[in-house]
């Protein structure tokens, strides 16, 4: 098994479109090498698992943070009586 991948194959790892891939790429939050004339980018599998990494921080970190809320630009308040619902729309503030 090689130690590169392609665009498309990486943006099924990742389970998103391989645009956003190229664009990740383009932003160098992901290295990727260009080959031939057209500049086909290869994503070597250590840069992959370096990337993997650096989210699982960014994630544990998001845990840690006071507000406690899902998402981070979530303005909705959780009604902590019944988890499975979402009390009224958003939040005033």
Not at 23 to 40: H, K, L, M, P, Y
Not at 44 to 52: K, P, W, Y
Not at 62 to 82: A, C, H, M
Request: with cysteine; proline share 4%.
């Amino acid at each position: 098994m090689s130690d590169m991948l392609t665009v498309r194959e990486v943006a099924r790892l990742f389970h998103v479109h391989p645009n956003t891939l190229r664009r990740w790429s383009n932003e160098g939050r992901i290295t990727a090498c260009r080959i031939n004339a057209r500049g086909d980018r290869r994503f070597n599998r250590a840069e992959i698992s370096r990337f993997l990494a650096e989210l699982d921080s960014q994630l544990e970190n998001w845990r840690k943070s006071e507000d406690g809320r899902p998402y981070p630009n979530d303005r909705r308040t959780y009604d902590s009586g019944n988890p499975a619902q979402w009390r009224g729309s958003y939040a005033k503030r």
